[in-house]
C-alpha cells in the first residue's frame, strides 16, 4: 500500500498550494448573481501580468489548454488559410496535427527533437514569403516533452525584419506563470496555457490572450466556433459572466493563485524556478546522466527531460518510481520512448521537493538498472542550493 | 453581511453532496499513472444507467454542457445538413443558434415558451420529409428555461411511424440522473449532460452518450473537430485515458456521486425528484400563482418557473432574495423577462431544502410587492410531504 | 437514504461557515515553529471583545467546555470552600455536580426548569452571609436545556449591595458570541465558554476569560491541576505556544471565525441573534405551542425549548425529523424529557434556516401525532422576518 | 514568501494523509444522533490492536496526550500513593512534575537523557519494596525528546520477578501505531497515546486504554476528578456517547485512519517505520554526526535526537531549516538544548520524505556553520532504501 505523499515530479497537472487547495473548497453558487463578477472581472486583469500583457483581451475557456488551442485558431484563422509552424516535439507535433485537422495550409519546418524553433530558418522562410500568403507563425515556446525553450524573441525579430505581418502564435502552456513571457515586448498575439501548470490550479481550464491585432483579424476568419467563439466569451466577459457555466470552483481558486504569484512578486518567481532547475540540472549532470535539450541554453526552467542510460527502459523507471516509491515522473513521447524520463519542475516548489525529486530519480533509476552512485546527484543539487540561497530568505519571512 | 448558508435554488449548479465534496479534495495526481483508469474506466461504464442504456459509449468532454452540444453535432453532422429544431425556450433557441453557426440548415419550428416539443408537428414534417433530407431531430427534454419536460417516446415513435432514420438529438441536461431518461427505449442518437446538475458535482464537464448509429454517423460526417472529436476520444478512452489533461478532481467527484445514486437507486432518485417537485409545485399554486409550462403534464420534477403577479418584476424579486435573505431563485430569460423566476430542485435536495425554497420565494415576493398571505405556500407543501412520506422512511436508514 | 443538507438546529455544534470551514482544512504545522505566534497572539486578543472585556486574561484549553468550567474551578476555588449556585436546569444541574465532586461545598438554590437565575435569593443569600463564607456564586448565563437566560447584572448588583466579594463564575457557553455578554461591566471573574456555539467552530477548545482578582485567587487556590492549570498555560501563551500540543486546525478557524464576527461586527451579530430568535418563537406561540421559558423576558435568543402537546412525545418527534427529514432537533433532559424538544438558533444562520426550522419541526411534530395547522408557524415568522428585514440589507452587501 | 510543501520531519503532529484529510472535511452533526454510534462504537473496537490489547478498555478525551496522562492518574492513584519512574528526556521529566503537582510520593530514578529506563534498577527498587508501598510504575516507551526507546517487557518481568502487584503506566504517545506495543502480553495497566502521531489526526484527542486491574483501581481512587473520570467516560461511551461534546471531525478522520492501518496491516505498518528509520539512521551516521541514544538497541523507529557537530548550534539549525527551505524539524529540549536536532519519521511517510528530511538537514547544518559533504546522508540512505525495498513493492499495488 503506499503511504506517505505523492511525489508529483511531472510537468503539470502541478502541485496545488494549500491556499488554493482551500480556496477550491467551495459551494455551488449562482454564476448569474450579481457580484459573481467581484469574483471573475479582477482575474481577467489579474492575469495580464503573468503573460506579460496591457494591451491583450485574457479568455479562460472551460476546458484544457487544448481547447485554448483550438480557439486561437478558430477565432483567427480561416480554413486554407497558410501558416508556418516548427515541430520539434511532442506538443509542437500535436499542435500541427490540429492546424491541418482544422483546414489549414500548415508549413512545417522539422527539426530535431532536442532542438528549439529555427529561428533562422524562420526567417529565412518568412523572406521568401513574397506575396505574405503566411497568416501565422506558430512557435511553442517550452516543448513539455524534452525541455526545451524557444526563442520567442527571436522569432518576433524575425517576423519584424521580414516586415511580415502574420499573426504570432505561442503555446505558453508550461511556461507561463513560470517562466518569463512578454506577451507585449515580443508582440504575440495568441498567448495560450492552461490552469494547470504554473497557475498551480487543477486542470479545467484553457486560458489564453488575444492582442488587438488577432481580436482585428477575428473579425474575418470563417472557421466555424461556437463554444470556443472570442465574441460570445468577450460579450458575457465584459459584466464578469460567461456565455455558459464556468467551473467556479478553479475561479475561486485562480482568485488566490494570482494573489500568491503577486505576493511572491512575478520576478521572484522566475528567479526561483530558475534557481531550482539550475538545481535539478546539476544533480543530473552529476549522475553522469544527458539530458534532451541540445544546448545548454535551451534548457527549459520548468522541465528536464533526461536520458537514461544505454540499456535502462526509461518505462521502467517511471514504473519502479511509481509503485516502489509513490513518485510520479513525466514519460517520453515520439522517439523518446523508452530512452528518457522527465522531471517537472514548476509551480509551488521549493528545494526540499527538487531534491527528493533527484533521490528517488536515483532510486528508479538504479531499480531498472541503472549504475548509480547514490548521493552524487542530490549532492551536487545541494551545492547549488546553498550557495544559491536567496538573498531574501535571510530576512524575516512572512507568514502567508 | 451574508451569514448562513446560501440557500441555492437555481437549476444548476446545483448543491454538491458532502461526500462528493470530500471526493473532490484531492492533490494532482499523473493522469498517465498506470492505475489512473482504475477511476476512470468505471465512470464510464457506471454513467451508462443514468442515461437509460447499455448499447451507447459515453464520452465526457472537460467543458461546459454547451461543449457537449457542440461535440454531438460536429461528430455527427456536416455543414449543410438539414434538421429538424424546435423552439420552445432559451436552450432550445441557443441550440438552434449553434446548429445554425456550424453550417447546418436548420428547419426551425417554434412553438409557445412553456410549451413541449410539438410531436405531432414533428411528426408531420417528418413524414412530408420525402426524400430523407432531415439527417437529425433536435429536442430538448427539459427545457430549463421554462420547467417544461418533451416527450421523446413521442417523437420517436413519430420517427418510426414515418420509417425516418434521422439521428435523434436529445438535451438531457436538466433531466439526467433526475428524471426517467431511457436513451435505448427511446433510441435516442446523441445524449447530452453536463456533471453540475443531476450528477450534483461541479461545472466543468459536458458529458454525452451516443449510440451506435451515431458512432457509424461520426464515420462521415464532415464537421471540423478536434478538441471534440469522437475518435481521439475514445481511443484514449479505452484505457481510461483522455486525450489531453482531464479536471481529475471531478472525476474523483463523479466516482461519489454515482456510488451515490447506486446507492440510493436510480429508481428512487426519479421518485425523490417527483415527489419534492409536486410540493413545490403546490406550494406555488397555493400561493396564487401561475407556473409558465402550459399544462400540468408537462411540469418538470427539476425546475419550476413561476410567473410573477402582474406589476411585480420578476428581475426584483431575485435580487430580493439575493441581498436580503441570501438566496439564489433562476433569473427568467426571453419573453419571460421580468415576469417570471425560476425555482430549481433537482440533485441531492430533501424536503428542508424545498420548504425553505418557498418560505423565502414568498418573502422575496413579498419585499417585490407582491400580495403574498405568508405560510401559504409552504403549508400546502406541508401537506404534501406529509402525505408522501416515503415508505421506506419508517425504516431504520443507513448511515452513510 | 438521506439526500440534501442535514437541517442542524441543536444548540451545538453549530453550523461551520464555509469559510471557516475552508481554513481549518490544513496540513499540519510544527507548534514550535518561530513564527507560530503570529497566528495565535491575535486569537487571545480578538477574542476579549467577545466576551466584553479588556481586562481578562482568555485561555483555550484543548477539550470541550466542561474542560473549561472545571479550569476555572481548579485553579481559583480549594476543596472545602463554599460557593453558591443556582439549579435550573440540566446545565446548572451538571455543574453543581461538577463542583461538588471537586470538594466544594455547594449551597444550591433550586428552581424551576423554566426559571432564571433567581436573583432575589442570591441576593439574600449573600446578604445573610455575614462571615463571608461564600468564596463564589455560579451562574449559568444562557441555560441550554430550557432556553433561559439568567440576569447576571442582577446578581452581580446582588454582590455589590451585599458588599461581597465573592468570585462570580458565569457559563456563557451558548450566549458568548451571540448575546450581549459584559464581562467587564458585569464584573464578571470566570467566564466560560467553547469553540462550537456562538464562535461557529467544531467542538474541541474549551475558552475561558479570568478576571484580575481570579488570577490573584488562583495564587492561594489548592485545588489540584496540572493540565488545567492557568499558570502553566499563562507562561506559554505569552509566547504564542501552548504547554502542550494545540488543535492547529481549530486555531486557524477561530482566527477565520473572530475575522467573520469583527466584519459583522458584534453589535450586529448580536441583533441578527435577537431578529432570528423572535420569528422563531413567534412561528411557536402561532403553532400553540407553550415554550419552556416561564416569561418572555426570560427568552434566550440562541435556543428555544419548545413543550409538546398533550400525548405528543418530545422523543419522537426528534426521531421523525431526523430519520424522515434530515433534521436534527435538541433533545429535552430531566423533568422535560418526553415533554418538549428544543431548536437552536445560534451562530451562523439566517431567515431560511430558522424558517425550515420551523417547517420541519410541524411535520415532524405532525409525523408524532400532533394536531398541526401546516404553515402557520412559517407564516408567523415570516410576518416578522419581513417587517423586521434589518436596515443595512438595502444597501448593497459586501462579497465576502 | 514561502513555496511548496512545508517539509514536516517533527516528531507530531504527523503528516494527516489525504483520506484522512477529506474524512474530516465535514460539517457539523448532532452527537446525540440515533446513529452517532455507528460512528464511534467502531473507533472502540478497532484501536485496541493498535494498543496490543483485546482486554483493556479504550478511552478518547478531548485534550492532548498530556490530558490523557493526567486522566489514567487521576483515575487510579491516590494523593501520597508512592509510584516509581524513571527520569531520562523531556517527557518523562515533565510526568515526573505532574505526578508530583497530583499530590502523589514519587520516586524517581534518574538515568541520563539518552539512556532508556533502567530495568534493573527498577527491578532492583521493586524487589526493595517490602510492604508494597509502590503503587505504580511509571515508563516512558519511546522518548521523543531524546529518540530512546524502554524494554516494557522488560519492567514487566521486574515486575512479575518481584511478584510485585503496581500497576504499570505507559507512556506510548510517539510509539503507538508505528512501533511494537503489546499491551497484554507486557500486562500494562495504563497506556497512553495522543491522536497526533501514528494515528495520523491532528491533535485534539488524548487516548488511553485502561487493563481490568487499572478499572478495579479506579473505583477506589480518591484523587478528584471530573472532566477525565473514567465511570462517566465509560457509560456513555457504551452507547458511542460521550459525557460532553467530542470533537467530531477527529472522529471521523480516526475511522478513516484505523481504516488505513488496517488496511496497509499493522505488522507491516511497524515494518515501515523500522526501514524508513534505519534509512535516516545510516543517513545521520554517514553525515558524521552522533545520536543522542546511547545504544543502538534503543534507537527509536519514530523520531533520531541527532548531536549537531561542535560549535554548531541545533537551534540555528532549526531556525534556517524553517527560514530558508520551509522545513520544520524538532528542537532539542533539557541538557540538550542548542547540542541536538531531532528527526521526526512517523506515521504518513515514505522513502522520499525520509530523503528529503536528510537532504535538508544537511544543507540546515552547513547554513548553520557545519562542514558537510553533501549527498553522503542521502546517498547513505538511499543504499539502504535500495536494498530493503519491500517484497511487497514488487506485487501490484491496490490504488487506495
Known amino acids: 500500500m503506499r503511504t506517505g505523499i505523492t511525489h508529483l515530479h511531472i510537468p503539470g497537472p502541478t502541485n496545488v498550494p494549500e491556499v488554493v487547495r482551500q480556496a477550491m473548497n467551495v459551494p455551488m453558487q449562482d454564476m448569474r448573481a450579481p457580484d459573481f463578477g467581484d469574483l471573475t472581472l479582477g482575474l481577467f486583469e489579474d492575469l495580464k501580468p503573468v503573460f506579460g500583457t496591457r494591451d ?5 475557456f472551460p476546458g484544457s489548454g487544448t481547447a485554448a488551442w483550438e ?74 516533452s524534452t525541455g526545451v525553450v524557444s526563442d520567442i524573441a527571436g522569432v518576433r525579430r524575425a517576423l519584424d525584419t521580414a516586415f511580415h505581418d502574420a499573426l504570432l502564435f505561442v503555446d505558453g502552456v508550461s511556461s507561463i506563470g513560470s517562466m518569463e513571457f512578454r ?77 500568491r504569484i503577486a505576493q511572491e512578486g512575478l520576478p521572484n518567481v522566475i528567479a526561483r524556478h ?24 535551451l534548457c527549459s526552467d520548468t522541465v528536464t527531460a533526461i536520458r537514461t542510460p544505454e540499456g535502462v527502459d526509461g518505462r521502467e523507471v517511471l514504473r519502479l518510481a511509481y509503485e516502489r516509491y509513490n513518485a510520479s515522473f513525466g514519460a517520453a513521447a515520439g522517439p523518446l520512448v523508452g ?36 548521493g552524487a546527484g542530490v549532492g551536487a543539487a545541494q551545492e547549488w542550493y546553498a550557495g544559491a540561497a536567496p538573498r531574501e530568505a535571510a530576512l524575516r519571512f512572512a507568514a502567508e
Open 56 to 60: 491583450a483581451t485574457v479568455m479562460m
Open 71 to 144: 480557439a486561437a485558431i478558430a477565432n483567427t484563422l480561416s480554413p486554407g488559410d497558410k501558416v508556418l509552424m516548427a515541430r520539434h516535439g511532442l506538443f509542437s507535433e500535436r499542435w500541427v496535427e490540429m492546424a491541418q485537422r482544422m483546414g489549414l495550409n500548415v508549413e512545417v519546418i522539422d527539426v530535431a527533437w532536442g532542438a528549439g524553433a529555427p529561428v533562422s530558418e524562420i526567417a529565412r522562410r518568412l523572406g521568401a514569403d513574397r506575396f505574405g500568403e503566411i497568416r501565422a507563425v506558430f512557435v511553442v515556446h517550452n516543448e513539455t
Open 183 to 259: 506577451m507585449d515586448e515580443w508582440a504575440v498575439d495568441l498567448a495560450i496555457t492552461g490552469s494547470q501548470k504554473g497557475l498551480m490550479l487543477p486542470p479545467g481550464l484553457g486560458i489564453l490572450a488575444a492582442s488587438p491585432k488577432a481580436l482585428e483579424a477575428s473579425k474575418s476568419a470563417t472557421s466555424r466556433r461556437v463554444y470556443f467563439d472570442f465574441a460570445d466569451m468577450m460579450a458575457m466577459n465584459a459584466d464578469g459572466q460567461f456565455p455558459y457555466t464556468p467551473p467556479t470552483p478553479l475561479l475561486h481558486g485562480l482568485r488566490r493563485a494570482l494573489d
Open 274 to 297: 530558475r534557481r531550482l532547475a539550475e538545481g535539478v540540472r546539476r544533480g543530473v549532470a552529476a549522475m553522469g546522466l544527458q539530458i534532451v535539450a541540445q544546448h545548454p541554453s
Open 339 to 374: 530512452k528518457a524520463f522527465r522531471i517537472g519542475h514548476l509551480g509551488d516548489l521549493n528545494e526540499g521537493m527538487c531534491l527528493s525529486a533527484l533521490a528517488l530519480a536515483e532510486l528508479s533509476l538504479a531499480a531498472a538498472g541503472a549504475r548509480v552512485a547514490f
